[in-house]
């Protein structure tokens, strides 16, 4: 074989493909460049484009020096008793039960439900946007004492459980960096371990935004702790400047994750049941479920089922809840998971099985404090 | 290993970069052992059935087309035959890999035993008799002796083909229609993996034998060029379906690389990347979406999941045939166009001359004509067109709406050609005319599509209900195609109508040099952004 290579054929082609790809790069970081304000909402495009940014240049977009030009959604999700301010502790005049709730949207959603179809049932919605199952977890076990609830739910959502090993929603959920942080659970010796973050408040967030030594002790501790962390997705570098090279990043942030969530859920099976994450959740359902008992406090796990995971976690659950007699509410009962018409277009249920799912949350309420 | 993984990416830089620094003889064995390393990639234990289908083919076509085997051919055979059964199937590549290089010291732990034994005897028996059968063979008549081998190469090709991919779906389909009669068959079943790709490969190398027994070429006495004929990692598990009179012939002489294959071969890489990432996996959402669920959809969102679908199934195999075409081009080989614009047909023949053209012409050539093609007169020729599009439904998977589908489009072509005999011939159609074929042909397509994407004969019969019967229904609540496929779908069309109306596949290289830089940038860009799509396997691996 001969070889005529390189031919100015060759090169000429490569050259003028690489100037057209530097002129498309150069046209959409002008016209889809993200809003100066992080209080502006960015369109779709902007948005789009904008997601292959790196974690940390997305965390310091949102922050700014005080709360009131930073974005809305920084105070959210903060395992301190901060972000429970306003919430109700007691039940209200006229009021018979209070269910504090700890979760993600869903979950929310759920406590307005119940607040609608029930107004003599008080909620108290201890929430954090894309919240995962350790989440979820860590609240319920921040927030013990806090308040004089009769019933206690704890949310799992099917899309988040294979997230539960990340201690960051900035590391769980690429596309939207969110800075609220979370402990991370380990199976030691029988028993669970929790590995908390450096951080659990928005003040402590702030304080490693200002300083390079904290920032860079959380960066350590993700490095070491959290499955889901990258230096080549969470680092700030000169890729974020591009619209071309933040597509690479995107799509090599989306690769990474695909074998990290496929260890804990195969959509043909559904979840691995000896996966560390689904071994993580079992032995976090029956500890929450002991300690809501313990506290004489009725314990439900409420299953949120995403569109096309069908009842799978249900299915992996329920050996483990069954055998500990532990009150659930799973949504695949009320919508099923794969048929889309039971969604809103943002992925939650329509409002009307959101009511469904409150009345039987208060009929498993109702039940077992009856008994 | 998939095309649209980093592995093969890698893999592919490596191997280009390797065959450069060596001459032909071994370029070709550097190919084969590439061939068979990227096969293997998937499972090792299918790699041997590739190697027998070789060994045979090797040995029935020289005896076909010479009478008879040198002692150093048929140890040749042997010795490949037997060297991949210890090496696919006795060795238990996994556990060696788990256990660590000290583990060859115990063979307990690597051995696969006595399944891997057993296949082992089983293949070098097979080779001992061989070679005595070899020597009977060689003293019969000559018409007698092509047929008897021609027969070998057909029984042992479909019999793996059969064993592996349709002997359970058989069985099954009696046990129903036998309990559906009042009886309850305990049925025998195999359970065996579907290996990838051995639609494709049993018949590329019956084409082989066929096109020797027919004469239309001489057998090959180098077994390491059939070998690779048959293995050729481009093409090896989702075609084209290349017909040994093309391609051996490449393999064995000398090839050329110059600057304007490597630059056709990287077009049509990224081609065929842009329409499998950014396009077939994106519109996958939806289309899963609405045939995934158990639930009842919306006129509309059948309809809008069907055509994406249609899209989607045509972007992810021309896409596969593209990347295919981008690598042999960048290795010094030509394989043939498999694509050729098919949703610009306006009858099903037409549809059939440009959709997947490696296997509807191999369908024509070894089935249709070898039944008798249209020389029996109207009502034989409707039987063979019949039973040749079954067939090539039931090709595509062992599935009753795979036969289903191969049905619909026999019907329509029989249709089409009773029709078009009772019409005068007319000069022309009009562009009306055109556009009305066009569509009428285009919703027939997008039918079978149906068919062929249903997961049940129960959906078939639910959404051809919807389909027919429930206009009203426009709600839709289906998920929406990802933006790369939204921003990519403009794209294809325009560059597709560029090639419809310039009449030539590479239309691209006839635009000015600045455009021609635009459109590769702009089909680039939508890949990367495709690159953040689940990225889903190729369909026809499962064929």
């Known amino acids: 074989m001969r070889s005529e290579l390189p031919r100015q054929g060759l090169v000429r082609t490569l050259g003028w493909t690489a100037l057209a790809l530097v002129a498309i790069d150069v046209v959409l970081s002008f016209a889809f460049a993200m809003p100066e304000s992080p209080r502006e909402e960015p369109g779709l495009l902007q948005r789009y484009f904008d997601n292959g940014r790196s974690t940390e240049a997305k965390l310091r977009y949102l922050t700014r020096p005080t709360d009131a030009e930073s974005a809305p959604i920084l105070p959210r999700g903060w395992l301190d008793a901060g972000s429970r301010i306003g919430e109700p502790a007691t039940r209200g005049p006229g009021e018979r039960v209070l269910v504090a709730i700890y979760g993600m949207s869903h979950a929310r959603r759920l406590g307005r439900a119940v607040q609608r179809v029930a107004p003599d049932v008080a909620v108290r919605n201890v929430t954090a946007p894309g919240a995962t199952p350790n989440w979820s977890y860590a609240a319920w076990e921040s927030d013990r004492g806090a308040h004089r609830a009769d019933a206690v739910v704890l949310s799992i959502l099917s899309l988040n459980v294979p997230m539960l090993a990340a201690t960051a929603a900035a590391t769980a959920q690429v596309d939207v960096a969110m800075p609220y942080t979370m402990p991370r659970y380990r199976l030691e010796a029988g028993g669970l371990r929790a590995v908390a973050p450096p951080f659990e408040s928005l003040a402590g967030y702030r304080a490693a935004v200002r300083e390079p030594e904290r920032w860079r002790a959380w960066r350590d501790h993700l490095q070491e702790h959290d499955p889901f962390f990258h230096p080549a997705v969470f680092d700030a570098s000169l890729l974020d400047h591009s619209t071309v090279l933040r597509a690479v990043r995107r799509g090599f942030a989306s690769r990474l994750r695909g074998p990290r969530v496929a260890e804990a859920y195969d959509p043909a099976t559904g979840f691995r049941s000896d996966s560390e994450a689904i071994q993580v959740l079992f032995a976090l359902v029956r500890r929450f479920d002991a300690q809501a008992r313990a506290d004489g406090l009725v314990p439900v796990v409420y299953l949120v089922n995403s569109l096309g995971t069908g009842d799978s976690l249900y299915r992996v659950l329920s050996p483990v809840l069954e055998a500990g007699g532990v009150p659930t509410l799973s949504s695949h009962t009320v919508v099923r998971p794969d048929d889309p018409s039971g969604y809103l277009p943002d992925s939650h249920f329509l409002d009307v099985h959101d009511d469904s799912l409150a009345r039987r949350l208060i009929e498993i309420v109702d039940r077992e404090r009856g008994s | ?543």
């Open chain 2, 1 to 543: 290993m998939s095309f649209n993984s980093v592995a093969y990416l890698v893999f592919l830089v490596l191997v280009v970069a390797a065959v450069r620094l060596l001459g032909h003889r071994g370029q070709n064995r550097l190919l084969l052992a590439a061939s068979y390393f990227f096969y293997a990639w998937w499972d090792v234990r299918f790699l041997l059935l590739i190697v027998l289908s070789s060994v045979v083919d090797f040995f029935c076509a020289l005896m076909i087309d010479r009478g008879r085997v040198t002692s150093r051919e048929r140890w040749t055979c042997g010795l490949w035959a037997v060297g991949a059964a210890c090496l696919c199937v006795a060795v238990d590549w996994s556990a060696l890999a788990q256990a660590g290089p000290l583990a060859l010291l115990d063979p307990g732990r690597w051995l696969s035993l006595p399944f891997g034994a057993a296949v082992t005897a089983a293949v070098t028996g097979s080779m001992l008799l061989g070679g005595v059968l070899a020597r009977p063979g060689e003293t019969l008549p000559e018409p007698r002796r092509r047929r008897a081998f021609a027969a070998l190469s057909l029984v042992s090709n479909l019999g793996l083909l059969g064993a592996f991919k349709y002997f359970d779906f058989f069985v099954s389909s009696a046990e129903a229609a036998a309990a559906s009669l009042g009886f309850e068959p305990s049925g025998l079943r195999l359970d065996v993996v579907l290996p990838v790709g051995i639609s494709f490969y049993t018949f590329q190398t019956l084409s082989y034998t066929l096109d020797v027994y027919r004469g239309r070429m001489r057998a090959t006495d180098r077994y390491l060029d059939l070998a690779l004929y048959v293995a050729f990692f481009p093409q090896l598990v989702a075609g084209p379906i290349e017909r040994a009179a093309h391609l051996l012939p490449e393999i064995q002489r000398p090839r050329r690389i110059d600057g304007d294959q490597v630059v056709r071969g990287l077009q049509l890489l990224l081609v065929g990347l842009f329409k499998k990432v950014a396009i077939a996996d994106g519109v996958a959402v939806t289309v899963d979406a609405v045939y995934g669920s158990g639930a009842s959809p919306s006129w509309l969102e059948l309809v809008v999941a069907t055509g994406l679908f249609a899209l989607q199934i045509y972007c992810d195999f021309s896409g596969y045939s593209d990347i295919a075409r981008g690598t042999a081009k960048l290795l010094g080989f030509d394989l043939m166009r498999n694509f050729d614009l098919p949703y610009f047909s306006r009858s099903p023949r037409e549809f059939w001359r440009r959709w997947h053209v490696s296997l509807s012409t191999w369908l024509r050539d070894y089935l249709y004509v070898s039944l008798g093609g249209n020389r029996g007169g109207r009502g034989r020729t409707l039987r063979n067109l019949m039973l040749t599009m079954l067939l090539g439904g039931l090709w595509h998977g062992a599935a009753w709406n795979f036969v289903l589908w191969g049905a619909f489009h026999g019907a329509w072509l029989c249709g089409h050609r009773l029709l078009a005999e009772r019409r005068p011939p007319s000069p022309g159609r009009g562009v009306a005319g055109e556009l009305l074929a066009w569509g009428a042909c285009m919703l027939a397509v997008g039918y079978g599509w149906l068919l062929f994407r249903a997961e049940s004969l129960a959906q078939i019969a639910s959404f051809s209900g919807i389909l027919f019967g429930d206009f009203g229904d426009l709600s839709f609540d289906a998920r929406l195609p990802r933006f790369p496929a939204v921003a990519g779908i403009p794209l294809l069309v325009a560059l597709e109508v560029l090639e419809w109306t310039r009449g030539e596949a590479r239309a691209i290289d006839r635009l000015a040099a600045p455009l021609r830089g635009l459109v590769h940038a702009s089909l680039l860009f939508v890949l990367v952004l495709g690159t953040s799509n689940d990225p889903a396997e190729f369909i026809y691996f499962a064929f």
